[in-house]
């Protein structure tokens, strides 16, 4: 199946030309849309709020990293997240279809700029750092496939270093099922594939108090800002993990 790369309501940058990119998938912050699990327990506003810390903490621990495109949905939402760019950073709108046809999109856009080994993340895991996206590029270096496995039997990253498209086809995704299914598609292809270490998503509000939890605990940030009446979710910006 040809997707068509999808167009642009504005200027971004075009994808950097790099052996080895990161494209991270990211929403555009509008009530309603975004963790919408989180939101039956806080409630529409305070889970847009938490989306928004969850993205800042994430992209403040990759500000380091210098070939990285911000994929966003929908695709009318560049001014929504133009301020999460960083200097040398590119935006890209991810196409319509479902997150399959989005990923292979992506992958295949970026093989097609050149790229060598191209790793993708959602913004679901505020907790990946720079050391765990050269480990993914790494082991692009040896085998087809690399993943991050998620604690809820998903994945929080993916690289690959040609186009996979079977491994987006009818994949049940937002089930527990993805990273075992994905997996099988790796071995019935016979593929060779790493994993990484694996990682908790932050989808439900147990997950939400757990990531304010770990930033009291290693004093990057404060839980003052939740309140446990569900008006509020964050309070400032998060600051940069360590």
Known sequence: MTFEPPAVSANPARFP??????????????????????AEAIGAEAACAAYQRLVETLLNHLRELASVQLRFSPDDAV???QPWLSAGWS???????DLGQRLHL???????NGAKRVVVIGSDCPYTTPEDIHAAWSALMACDVVIGPARDRGYWLIGLRQPRPDLFTDI?????????????????AGLSVQLLRELDDVDTEQDWRGFLARLNRDGIGTAAGYDTGKQSATSGTARRLK
């Open 17 to 38: 030309v790099t052996a080895e990119p990161l494209i991270i998938f990211v929403k555009a912050p509008r009530d309603g849309t975004v963790k919408t699990r989180l």
């Open 79 to 81: 001014a929504d997240v």
């Open 91 to 97: 935006l890209r709108p991810q196409g319509s279809g």
């Open 106 to 112: 992506a992958f295949d856009e970026a093989f097609r």
């Open 172 to 188: 049940p995704w937002s089930t527990n099922r993805v990273l075992g299914e994905t997996l099988q598609r790796v071995r019935q």
